[in-house]
């Protein structure tokens, strides 16, 4: 059965007066000087208006075919469907490709979120040590070189963690004179502690302050926020030998709610065997971010406060301990002039 149309070359406005009908493998094109065989696999549905369908080819540009309602089933039949998405979400539906695309991108954020958490403890502390010791050798002249108060810093770790600071694969700390209230873990084992956090707390709340971080190395938070944040590339370059981040991007990474949830409860696990009051860590927290924020603003930024996790330090003070000064008054008075000599 033939079909009335008006085809449209492409080169030339004028509208010629054709018939189309179904052949083999196609459309056969007749009438007005044209004889053409239209393969279906160069044919494509541009439009479905009221009354009549436009067809184009996909070889030639501009070209169009018009045909009226009726039109031959046959025809019909040859003609591919109009592509309103994209060829995918055409075949199954645009529904189903929502509810696929949903589930896909959950999928992906759910990897993104877990397999830091696997990938990390399989990362060498080797690896990691040279980026650690890079970003500390980034501050330069503001670390702190006093012996005396290095030694102190290294004692009040080794009370709320002993072994910690000992053999090669042994934390590091290095205080940084910075005018911010911030300490921070670093990849490889390396803690830095900022001038503010000695000096403007004391050596209890300090002690609070380095179990948190230390919980942090041991559990290898560092390398999960570094591979969460900076993406596996980051990985890479570690194991290439290359440093892949400064120490502004390293000391701004966060850990998530369950990591800093988890390295509290650590750090008052070591608070409690080194019979070291948490009253003092507690109050840090309830006061930072009211009492000091131009110092405090980069130490919530990476580790955000709430009422509830001062209280938590709080609620494991036991009335009945006879808790221990943690450092001597000589150690004390040798860590708050720490950053008296400079490197």
Not at 130 to 140: I, L, P
Not at 180 to 200: C, D, H, Q, R, W
Request: aromatic share 6%.
């Amino acid at each position: 059965m033939s079909q009335p149309a008006s085809l449209y070359d492409g080169v030339s406005a004028r509208a010629h007066a054709v018939t189309v009908h179904a052949a083999s493998g196609g459309l056969r094109l007749d009438g007005d000087g044209w004889g053409d065989d239209l393969p279906s696999s160069k044919l494509q549905t541009l439009s479905e208006e009221s009354g009549r369908l436009r067809v184009g080819r996909t070889d030639i540009g501009g070209w169009s075919l018009v045909l009226n309602e009726p039109i031959d089933p046959a025809i019909i039949a040859i003609l591919p469907k109009r592509q309103r998405y994209g060829g995918l979400i055409d075949r199954i539906g645009l529904v189903p490709a929502i509810i696929a695309g949903g589930l896909i991108t959950a999928f992906v954020v759910a990897i993104g979120y877990v397999a830091p958490h696997w990938i990390a403890p399989h990362v060498p502390l080797s690896v990691e040590r040279r980026m650690g010791s890079a970003v500390v050798g980034d501050f330069g002249p503001n670390r702190c070189r006093d012996a005396n108060g290095q030694r102190a810093l290294e004692a009040l770790a080794e009370r709320v963690s002993p072994g910690a600071t000992r053999g090669p694969d042994g934390i590091k700390i290095a205080a940084l004179d910075v005018g911010m209230f911030n300490a921070a873990a670093l990849p490889g084992g390396y803690i830095v502690v900022f001038k503010p956090a000695i000096t403007e707390t004391n050596p209890e709340a300090l002690a609070g302050i380095l179990a948190h971080e230390i919980a942090h190395v041991r559990r290898r938070h560092v390398t999960e926020a570094l591979i969460r944040e900076m993406g596996i590339g980051a990985l890479i370059r570690m194991f290439a030998g290359q440093t892949g981040a400064n120490a502004e991007q390293l000391l701004d990474l966060s850990y998530t709610r369950a990591d800093e949830a988890q390295a509290d409860g650590d750090a008052i696990q070591m608070l409690r065997r080194a019979n070291i009051s948490p009253k003092p860590t507690a109050a840090l927290f309830q006061g930072l971010d009211k009492e000091a924020p131009a110092y405090s603003a980069e130490f919530l930024q990476s580790h955000p406060l709430s009422a509830r996790r001062a209280q938590r330090f709080a609620a494991s003070y036991d009335p009945h301990s006879k808790y221990q000064p943690v450092l001597s008054r000589e150690q004390a008075d040798a860590l708050f002039d720490i950053c008296r000599r400079r490197q």
